[in-house]
């Protein structure tokens, strides 16, 4: 594949556009391939996100420009390392609305996320919070209208196509399907995010 | 005065928080960069002081703050300009003072600008989080802002401080009537009228009271979109003007989120962002765009 168009986003930086998630996927691994073998510029940060792969801090980011709009990149992302597998107990104050927005009942909805292979899209919102794809998007689910002030830390909540874990209390407006024990985010930790982008994962119910 | 010390919080001020240089290379994990928002500032009070540039400084907002080290140490104030009394006696801004042992170091409010930067030699040095002391408002990672009786550690001195008669300042210091922004135009400029940017240049905005370190919020005529509907999440760097649904342009600074759905219609350049650190809430701000 190739990059669709190259935006520049201030002085230092490149927006690049690829026309989807899996391809943003693609390029985010393939860019930091490129970084460890030496062949992009010294670049500050690489950002993943729905449709789009962010080069910030960039000395020379025009000289750039032409090298990515002329490489072939890669349509996939590599599979990567073994998935990381949540143990989630569904019992999320959500899950019988999703289920309904589904057209199944709460046991189907469960089978459906546990049997859903997951992909980290990109990160955003808190450090450590994934934005998840696997869902196909005729699951899609609105967030809740009224965001609840507080959701706890391992909650496990879906928007959009997209499935999230929230690493810490924080305001949220997902639809909590159940909860996870995991740590996902650990400063302690290298790296201290559970969940980073390109990283493949799996739900499991556990009682 | 060498040997790591003590900088006890005798008054913590409206907000006051450790800085240094940021974190870097981890915004893909959802990490903000953070940092002192006039980073020129920082870097002059260290250098006063001795240290490298990317040791820690307090960074205060309008009010100052007093601190009380428990032994001597060289110090410097700079960015906002403001009183700095040692023990009750005046001493200079922009330059290295010697504080004594117990005396009381006091950062008074600002008589420009809002934040002041109060650099010790040797640095603060509480425990770095994911590579920087920094606090980050957005997202709680580094220290907590400053607390009435709290007690910061301070590195070794680096060495003989660098006296000095007078250092060139980079810093441009706060803006006084108007805060002028340049902006080279954004990646979703086409997400608004053909005529936003000229209207961006045109209006007349204030910097809102509602601004923080992870915006810089203005109050002004609203953006007209041309494309409605939502953007999907991308990348966000600092100096970058998000449109929200409302219309009034917010200046992306150093906390700002690493990822954000509102389209982004120009780019302040880096190097105008210390002047957007120091603008007072209803301070005029104009808009200049900028060739890309």
């Given at each position: ?7 520049p ?9 690829v ?15 490129l ?33 990515l709009r ?17 143990p ?14 589904w057209?199944?009942d709460?046991e ?24 998840l ?27 959009g ?13 997902w ?33 | ?24 290379g981890?915004?893909h994990?959802?990490?903000?960069r ?31 703050c ?10 410097a ?9 040692i ?26 600008g ?5 650099a ?22 580094g ?19 660098p ?21 080279v ?24 009271a509602?601004s ?39 200046v ?22 210390a ?18």
């Open positions: 594949m190739r990059v669709t168009r190259v935006l986003m201030g002085r230092r930086a490149l927006l690049l556009e026309g989807g998630t899996e391809r943003a996927q693609a390029l985010h691994a393939e860019l930091v391939r970084r460890e073998t030496g062949e992009l510029p010294p670049v500050e940060e690489i950002v993943p996100a729905a449709a789009t792969v962010l080069l910030d801090g960039l000395e020379d980011p025009g000289s750039l420009t032409e090298w002329d490489r072939e990149f890669p349509d996939t992302a590599p599979a990567g390392a073994a998935a990381v597998v949540l989630v107990r569904y019992d999320g104050p959500d899950l019988a609305g999703v289920a309904a927005l057209g199944v709460e189907e909805a469960v089978a459906i996320h546990t049997r859903t292979e997951f992909r980290v899209a990109f990160c955003g919102f808190a450090p450590g919070f994934g934005y794809t696997g869902l196909p998007e005729e699951l899609g689910v609105p967030r809740r209208t009224v965001p609840r002030t507080s959701v706890p830390p391992g909650s496990v909540g879906l928007a196509a997209y499935t999230g874990v929230y690493p810490r209390t924080s305001p949220g407006g639809q909590l399907i159940g909860r996870t024990d995991a740590v996902l985010w650990d400063v302690s930790r290298e790296p201290a995010a559970l969940l980073a982008p390109g990283a493949r994962v799996r739900f499991e119910a556990v009682p | 005065m060498s040997g790591a010390g003590v900088l006890e919080v005798l008054r913590p001020g409206a907000l006051t928080t450790v800085q240094d240089l940021g974190r870097v981890r915004a994990l959802g990490v903000p953070s940092g002192a928002l006039d980073s020129p500032a920082h870097r002059l009070a260290n250098r006063l002081v001795g240290n490298s540039p990317g040791a820690a400084t307090l960074e205060t907002t309008l009010t100052g007093a601190v009380r080290p428990d032994r001597a140490v060289v110090a104030v700079t960015g906002a300009p403001c009183p700095v009394r023990d009750g006696r005046p001493a200079p801004w922009g330059a290295a003072v010697r504080v004594p042992g117990g005396a009381v170091l006091e950062v008074g409010a600002a008589r420009a809002v934040r002041s930067y109060l010790v030699a040797g640095g603060v040095d509480v425990e770095p989080v994911l590579g920087s002391r920094s606090t980050d408002l957005l997202s709680g990672l220290p907590a802002p400053l607390s009435e009786g709290a007690r910061l550690p301070v590195g070794p001195a680096p060495g003989p401080v006296w000095a008669d007078a250092v060139a300042s980079a810093a441009p210091g706060p803006p006084s009537d108007e805060l002028v922004l340049p902006l135009p954004g990646p979703r400029e086409d997400w608004f009228a053909p005529t936003a940017l000229r209207a961006l240049a045109r209006g007349v905005y204030r910097v809102s509602e923080n370190r992870v915006g810089l919020r203005t109050e002004g005529p609203a953006l007209e979109r041309s494309v409605r509907g939502e953007l999907p999440s991308e990348g966000m760097v600092a100096g970058a003007v998000q449109v929200p649904p409302g219309g009034e342009p917010i992306f600074l150093a906390d700002h989120p690493t990822t954000g759905g509102y389209p982004v219609v120009g780019v302040v350049p880096r190097e105008a962002l002047a957007a650190a120091q603008a007072v809430p209803g301070l005029k701000v104009r808009f200049v765009p900028l060739r890309r």
